[in-house]
């Protein structure tokens, strides 16, 4: 089992749809990631998240620590939001080190 | 801030060629990550270094890759020699040590090599 599970693996989406991607993991960790990653781009961190919640524009990324378990929400989807979304988790167990989820492909037709 | 700085963005060379990739931290970031990415396997830690020394680089595939971190700011990943299946986006972050801080995490460009 992998540390850092996330689901769907792929998500097709109309344009301005709610999307909901979900991060759940193993161990106590001291935060987690949200990144992203269009095609042949580079790796962008959208949130770094220890509690609560945060909200960028359109998107919103939630925690649970209790549940290990982190939500990111896009509301609104447009099609320019089309990227692979990675949830990581820092914790001591592993060092400074992330560990990352496989990624979830987020296609959003127009 | 100019945030983490990778070169070359593109690199193609020849199997046996020497390949040197550069990486320059944020500023105030004392944590030094390179990885490697490929459609098969995704985002793969090769080492990572906390205050220019490296800490974990069990990642490092074979002895044909190096690293060094000659000071604070700046590293490089040698690969000598390199060979096809090197061919990947290497990518390097830097943030601050866990516990010293924000805990924020940035990446950079990366670099996409292409060995022939």
């Known amino acids: 089992k992998n540390e850092v599970e996330q689901s769907p693996q792929n998500l097709t989406a109309q344009e301005g749809e709610f999307i909901t991607i979900n991060c759940s993991y193993s161990?106590?960790?001291?935060?987690l990631h949200w990144l992203q990653q269009h095609p042949g781009g580079g790796i962008v961190s959208l949130f770094m998240l220890s509690s609560g919640k945060k909200k960028h524009g359109r998107l919103i990324a939630t925690i649970n620590i209790q549940e290990k378990h982190s939500s990111l929400h896009i509301t609104a989807s447009h099609p320019r939001d089309s990227a692979v979304y990675i949830c990581?988790?820092?914790?001591?167990?592993?060092?400074?080190?992330?560990?990352f989820g496989a990624g979830t492909i987020l296609r959003v037709k127009s | 801030d100019a945030g983490v700085i990778q070169s070359p963005r593109h690199e193609v060379t020849e199997m046996g060629q020497e390949v040197t990739l550069r990486c320059k931290l944020i500023?105030?970031?004392?944590?030094l990550f390179w990885y490697r990415q490929t459609m098969m396997r995704g985002l793969e830690l090769l080492i990572y270094?906390?205050?220019?020394?490296?800490?974990?680089d069990s990642g490092m595939p074979e002895d044909r890759f190096s690293a060094k971190m000659p000071n604070a700011s700046f590293s490089t990943l040698k690969i000598q020699p390199s060979e096809p299946r090197d061919s990947a986006v290497y990518f390097c972050?830097?943030?601050?040590?866990?516990?010293?801080?924000?805990?924020?995490?940035?990446f950079g460009s990366g670099t996409r090599l292409t060995v022939v």
């Open positions: 161990v106590g960790i001291s935060a």
């Open positions: 270094f906390n205050n220019n020394v490296p800490i974990d």
């Open positions: 990581a988790v820092r914790s001591k167990e592993y060092g400074n080190k992330l560990v």
């Open positions: 500023s105030g970031h004392n944590s």
């Open positions: 972050a830097s943030s601050q040590i866990l516990g010293q801080g924000n805990y924020g995490y940035t």
